[in-house]
């Protein structure tokens, strides 16, 4: 009888535990994860803005292959967070905030840039058996298949070639392959979204940027450029333009979005608009955070190297504000809202990823780039097909960076 007892007792045992597992294999959230895991892993995952070489700059000492905090560390971004995250390639930013238009000022512009590139390249260099450096897509596909991330480089604000037209071919053959042509105020090449109208949108010398950019195969990004300024791309650029960290202006009314009428234009030139993740740029902030934050930036300008003193006094000043003040993040679901816009509007041809991480980029649900993996579950969420998301990942940006070549080919036949 204790035989006979005991097996009904493990067979009972059994069967729940199979009840539970038939139960869990069964659960509608569990179904959406486990598709969303393959397609991530399957999709050549693209960021097309990240700013780490700026805090790289200003810490020599920072550790890639070590995974760090992002709430301690000031940084989002390391290999073992990216492999978390399943990215393979990002778009690393030779990014400098707008300084003295001088002669002083820009070959200050351009030592700085150059040193930027040298880090660009060493976050490949240093890590032979993790990452590559990239500069076309079928790079970036043959890295994947190698199992190797994808460095791609980007200049952010136009001031690094201050005047001199000649620097956007060297900066094009050290990797950079677009340029956001202004940041938060105004340069020669043009007027920003953030700053008052002096140009009324390119400047002569920033109509022949756009021209050499084209030239070169070289896109032009408008992230941070004026409604003005924006048309003016519309109109003189041959190739594709790109917004590789903006988000719709329909959404949240902030210049730093595009309103629908430049979403269509953009689209209709076959360009693409990648999401931003700064909250900033998706909800109301805190009044008195915002004031705060303006006062710092004042007083320690983004892109402006610090001493080391200073630094330690910006961060600590940082830490006192997130105490007093603490930021409330947009949502992952708030950005995936801008994508579904987009596509209402335009189709998902248009559509693509670029959080900004280490340039103030990060959101509840997507903080690191170890979280990149629940933007595709979220789009899976929402109904999107793995064709359409490997086109949001990577797919609709390589489209225009062949394009640009394509433009750029027939420019010199």
Not at 225 to 237: G, M, P, R, V
Not at 387 to 409: C, H, L, P, T
Request: hydrophobic share 40%; proline share 4%; net charge negative.
């Amino acid at each position: 009888m204790k035989r006979i007892a005991t097996r009904f007792i493990l067979s009972g045992i059994m069967l729940s535990a199979l009840t539970v597992l038939f139960q869990h294999c069964s659960d509608p959230e569990t179904k959406i994860r486990a598709e969303a895991d393959a397609i991530h892993a399957a999709a050549l995952t693209l960021d097309t803005h990240c700013d780490l070489p700026m805090l790289m700059h200003s810490r020599p000492d920072f550790d890639l292959a070590e995974a760090h905090d992002p709430h301690t560390s000031g940084s989002k971004v390391d290999f073992p967070r990216i492999k978390k995250g399943g990215m393979d390639a990002m778009f690393f930013a030779v990014y400098l905030g707008q300084g003295p238009r001088t002669p002083e000022g820009y070959a200050d512009a351009k030592r700085r840039a150059l040193e930027l590139f040298d880090i660009v390249h060493g976050i490949a260099n240093d890590h032979p058996d993790i990452a590559g450096l990239a500069t076309t897509p079928e790079d970036a596909v043959a890295l994947k298949r190698a199992g190797k991330f994808s460095v791609f480089t980007a200049v952010e604000n136009g001031w690094a070639i201050g005047k001199d037209l000649s620097l956007l071919e060297t900066y094009y053959e050290l990797g950079a392959r677009y340029m956001t042509l202004c940041h938060t105020s105004n340069n020669d090449i043009c007027d920003s979204s953030t700053d008052s109208v002096e140009h009324g949108g390119l400047s002569p010398f920033g109509i022949d940027v756009v021209r050499e950019m084209n030239r070169l195969g070289m896109i032009v990004d408008v992230s941070h450029i004026s409604d003005d300024a924006f048309w003016d791309c519309i109109e003189y650029s041959a190739a594709p333009i790109v917004a590789t960290h903006s988000s719709a202006r329909a959404l949240y009314d902030h210049p730093r979005n595009l309103s629908d009428e430049m979403i269509s234009a953009l689209a209709q030139k076959g360009g693409v608009v990648q999401m931003n993740m700064l909250s900033g740029y998706l909800k109301d902030r805190n009044p008195e955070r915002a004031e705060a934050l303006q006062a710092l930036r004042a007083k320690y300008p983004r892109g402006v190297e610090l001493t080391e003193e200073q630094r330690a006094e910006r961060a600590a000043a940082l830490k006192e504000i997130d105490e007093r003040y603490p930021e409330e993040l947009a949502t992952l679901q708030q950005v995936v809202d801008h994508i579904d816009h987009i596509v209402k509007l335009v189709g998902v041809d248009h559509v693509g990823i670029g959080p900004d991480l280490d340039g103030g980029g990060g959101v509840e649900g997507m903080f690191d780039v170890s979280e990149m993996g629940n933007i595709t579950y979220e789009l899976v969420k929402r109904g999107y097909s793995e064709d359409d998301i490997k086109k949001i990942w990577s797919g609709n940006f390589f489209r225009v960076m062949k394009e640009a070549q394509r433009v750029a080919a027939e420019w010199s036949s």
